[in-house]
């Protein structure tokens, strides 16, 4: 058994410990946010926090993540409360198709993190999930609101 903490929440899985930590989540913990893309970790569809740090879920082993903890997009507005990425997303009109959001909601979050002011070119290196749609300017401009509301280092 491998036991990890999912958006808080302990949770234990018997599975192989070499499986991607993405299919334990949508598979056999039925959390769904993180997407499967491409399964290289290229285009960060399936990225999540491990102990706070953003991952590519697709290639990070299960074992990996045993005893830390894992947030999801799920995780990231207990109570219904939308964290302030969320809300800047919703009013920049961010997603498209929607299909990368959730981890490019959460690689903005560990970005705002480590810098809660960051520049566009701290952006451009720190934002790699690729958006099929092209969002990429409102997602430059969602994450300046999120950071100018000074609540966004979740």
Same mark, same amino acid.
């Given at each position: 058994?491998?036991?990890?903490?999912?958006?808080?929440? *302990?949770?234990?899985?018997?599975?192989?410990?070499?499986?991607?930590?993405?299919?334990?989540?949508?598979?056999?913990?039925?959390?769904?946010?993180?997407?499967?893309?491409? %399964?290289?970790?290229?285009? %960060?569809?399936?990225?999540?926090?491990?102990?706070?740090?953003?991952?590519?879920?697709?290639?990070?082993?299960? *074992?990996?993540?045993?005893?830390?903890?894992?947030?999801?997009?799920?995780?990231?507005?207990? &109570? &219904?409360?939308?964290?302030?990425?969320?809300?800047?997303?919703?009013?920049?009109?961010?997603?498209?198709?929607?299909?990368?959001?959730?981890?490019?909601?959460?690689?903005?979050?560990?970005?705002?993190?480590?810098?809660?002011?960051?520049?566009?070119?701290?952006?451009?290196?720190?934002?790699?999930?690729?958006?099929?749609?092209?969002?990429?300017?409102?997602?430059?401009?969602?994450?300046?609101?999120?950071?100018?509301?000074?609540?966004?280092?979740?």
């Amino acid at each position: 058994m491998i036991q990890l903490t999912v958006n808080g929440r *302990s949770r234990e899985v018997d599975v192989e410990p070499e499986m991607p930590l993405l299919w334990v989540l949508r598979d056999e913990l039925d959390v769904k946010g993180p997407k499967f893309g491409c %399964g290289i970790a290229q285009c %960060g569809a399936c990225t999540v926090h491990v102990n706070g740090e953003p991952v590519r879920s697709c290639s990070f082993p299960v *074992s990996a993540a045993a005893g830390k903890r894992v947030l999801t997009l799920e995780g990231l507005a207990p &109570g &219904g409360r939308l964290h302030p990425v969320q809300q800047a997303w919703i009013e920049h009109q961010v997603p498209q198709c929607g299909y990368c959001q959730g981890g490019q909601i959460l690689a903005a979050v560990a970005l705002l993190r480590k810098k809660p002011n960051p520049t566009d070119k701290d952006i451009d290196e720190a934002m790699t999930n690729i958006c099929r749609c092209g969002t990429y300017a409102r997602i430059r401009t969602a994450i300046h609101a999120a950071a100018k509301s000074g609540k966004a280092r979740a």
